[in-house]
């Protein structure tokens, strides 16, 4: 079984916690994880985008000229996608870009996500962070303490706003809730923080 040291906000050693093997010591499945990162990115967006085909546009009633003998080729209307200020052929209309990933894949991506971050030394265990008060001081000093920087997940559990809130505001770190775990909150950073009781969540949802 896989192990951990588990630091304060001092970044001292202060316990050990064992690890699931199935949570954090599989051999990462990369064509699970960048499918379901895929599958997270194309839900999120808007799908808004909208074009006008030829019988949406105003004007055009009446056909230009006549059929024959003009000199010009036969034109129907001047709405028609040649003309300016026609419409658009095949262009994009509103629509949904989500698409179904298996739940037994999201959580092996998830599996993945982790095991990776163990092998590469990215995971951090933090007993609790105790802020008193809001505090992005403290905060910076945590994470300093910690020896970590650049783009951060913390992954915190409970009702813990003093902490959210001090997080917030530095640039880089992004602060979830142990129920909102997801792959790609997992992989978009270069170090991944997580509380003890947050650790203890995880395991129970993907053991």
């Not at 990462?28 to 074009?51: D, E, I, W, Y």
């Not at 000229?65 to 709405?79: D, E, L, M, V």
């Not at 949904?96 to 590469?120: G, H, I, T, W």
């Not at 913390?154 to 129920?179: K, M, W």
Request: aromatic fraction near 6%.
């Amino acid at each position: 079984m896989s192990s951990i040291d588990i630091k304060n906000t001092s970044g001292e050693k202060v316990g050990t916690a064992e690890l699931a093997e199935g949570v954090f010591s599989i051999e990462p499945n990369v064509h699970v994880m960048h499918t379901v990162v895929r599958s997270q990115l194309a839900a999120a967006r808007q799908g808004t985008h909208s074009t006008k085909t030829r019988g949406m546009v105003s004007g055009g009633g009446r056909k230009p000229w006549r059929q024959k003998g003009t000199g010009h080729a036969r034109q129907g209307t001047i709405r028609a996608p040649q003309w300016r200020g026609g419409g658009v052929v095949f262009g994009p209309h509103p629509r949904s870009y989500a698409f179904k990933v298996n739940k037994k894949e999201v959580k092996l991506a998830m599996r993945s996500a982790l095991s990776a971050k163990l092998a590469d030394g990215e995971l951090t265990v933090v007993d609790d962070f105790n802020f008193e008060k809001p505090s992005t001081k403290e905060a910076l000093k945590t994470l300093k303490a910690l020896g970590i920087d650049g783009r951060v997940t913390i992954v915190l559990s409970g009702n813990d706003i003093n902490s959210y809130l001090s997080f917030r505001n530095i640039p880089e770190v992004r602060t979830i809730d142990a129920t909102e775990i997801n792959t790609y909150d997992f992989i978009d950073n270069t170090a991944l923080v997580v509380t003890t009781a947050a650790l203890k969540r995880i395991e129970e949802v993907l053991a």
